[in-house]
């Protein structure tokens, strides 16, 4: 074994996503803020993620974070595999146009893992926002969710049983723990809070309310959509704004049709940064209905520009993103949801007070800090012993 040197280090993240995707989300901004902040602090980055139409196949962004772009939603793994042994032993075009040979590799475990560590000397960080015990069943049938949750929860945690675990949330590490993963090897790295333009934004002369998120089944974007329903009668004017772009849009736009609340919902489908700030800025309260975040990115953008959240209780990290009774709230069911929602569309003190206080609690993250946090991860993993050979990571 050898020992490899920190400073300079160039990281490879493992992504089959990336911000450009038409189902890219909050997870894909985490990853590519953090490589922009190691690009940032002399390191090189790349990201290697499933193509799509419309994207080139290689680009470098304003950040200075290479990206790679092979394969579709499930070939990028194989793709993954394929470019880096390709570039590790030279091996023609792939070697020409591939990876290189990367430093350190992080697995963005969204659900399937890479298993890099399979196939990779070099050290390996699994990157997890959350665990997705909930989900499987949301989105695949019986059988796929079985396969998917032991993926994720037995084979995933066994081949990377000697690495090391980076996450959002206290609580999702406290989940991983569940698992069998040590939290002493798991390094928590909250989301930053993106620079919102300073040009202040009214609120609306009526109440309103804005939902932000990819939209698939397990963001329960019907919540938000029942919870107009309810509070209508009391609430005339009431307008819900649901601003993302996914497969699950006909039956959301079928279920407002249903609900007879089609003229009160406006799906803005893919906003750009500036509307985003604008819809967030102007929106009375955020909601955030979704089954698992690994912290809830969008609740601190909203609390960055004065906008309470009102989100589950026991959907994970957004329990830390929304401090209860003081930034938003968190409710335990969904009647509960839709009380909140209610109190807060009544209640403008309360609404303006949270307001202000979800603004201080957003500015206490930075892209910054965690980047540092995260280079000082790179550092620590990079500096140390290439890990024995992957044998040892399988044999009992």
């Known amino acids: 074994m050898h020992t490899l040197v920190a400073p300079g280090q160039h990281v490879l993240f493992l992504n089959w996503r990336d911000t450009g995707n038409p189902e890219g989300g909050g997870s894909e901004v985490y990853v590519e803020r953090i490589a922009g902040e190691l690009v940032a602090r002399g390191h090189q980055a790349t990201i290697l993620c499933a ?31 394929l470019m880096y042994l390709a570039g590790f032993i030279g091996l023609g075009r792939l070697a020409r146009s591939g990876l290189g040979r990367p430093d350190l590799l992080v697995d963005v475990c969204n659900g399937l893992p890479f298993l890099c560590r399979l196939y990779s000397r070099r050290p390996v960080v699994a990157l997890v926002h959350h665990v997705h015990r909930e989900q499987w069943s949301v989105v695949l049938g019986a059988v796929g969710a079985r396969f998917g949750w032991w993926v994720e929860s037995r084979l995933g945690v066994r081949v990377y049983r000697n690495c090391r675990y980076v996450t959002v949330s206290a609580a999702t590490r406290d989940e991983l723990s569940i698992l069998g993963v040590e939290p002493e090897r798991v390094t928590v790295v909250h989301n930053g809070t993106p620079e919102m333009p300073t040009t202040p934004t009214a609120k609306t002369s009526h109440p309103s309310l804005v939902v932000l998120c990819r939209l698939v089944p397990h963001k329960r974007v019907e919540v938000a959509l029942r919870a107009v329903r309810e509070l209508v009668e009391q609430f005339p004017t009431l307008r819900l704004v649901v601003a993302g772009q996914g497969w699950w849009e006909p ?49 601190v953008e909203a609390g960055a520009v004065g906008t309470p959240t009102v989100a589950f209780r026991e959907a994970g ?13 968190l409710a335990d069911d969904e009647p509960d949801f839709i009380k909140r929602v209610r109190e807060l569309l009544a209640d403008g003190d309360q609404r303006n007070a949270m307001g202000q206080a979800a603004q201080e609690h957003a500015a206490q993250f930075t892209w910054a800090a965690s980047g540092e946090r995260f ?9 140390v012993a290439v890990p024995p050979a992957i044998e040892s990571y399988l044999l009992p």
Request: a negative charge; glycine letters at 10%.
């Open 251 to 299: 039956q959301l736009r079928e279920l407002a049709e249903e609900l007879g609340i089609s003229d009160r919902v406006r799906f803005a489908g893919f906003v750009t940064d500036a509307e985003k700030h604008e819809l967030l800025s102007s929106a009375w309260v955020a909601l955030t209905p979704s089954l698992k975040e690994g912290w809830g990115l969008t609740i």
């Open 51 to 81: 193509a799509y139409p419309g994207a080139s196949d290689e680009e470098v962004n304003d950040a200075g974070v290479r990206f790679l772009r092979r394969g579709g939603r499930h070939t990028v793994y194989f793709y993954a595999a």
């Open 375 to 383: 280079s000082n991860l790179v550092a620590a993993v990079t500096a």
């Open 317 to 329: 990290g957004v329990a830390e993103a929304v401090v209860d009774g003081r930034t938003g709230w």
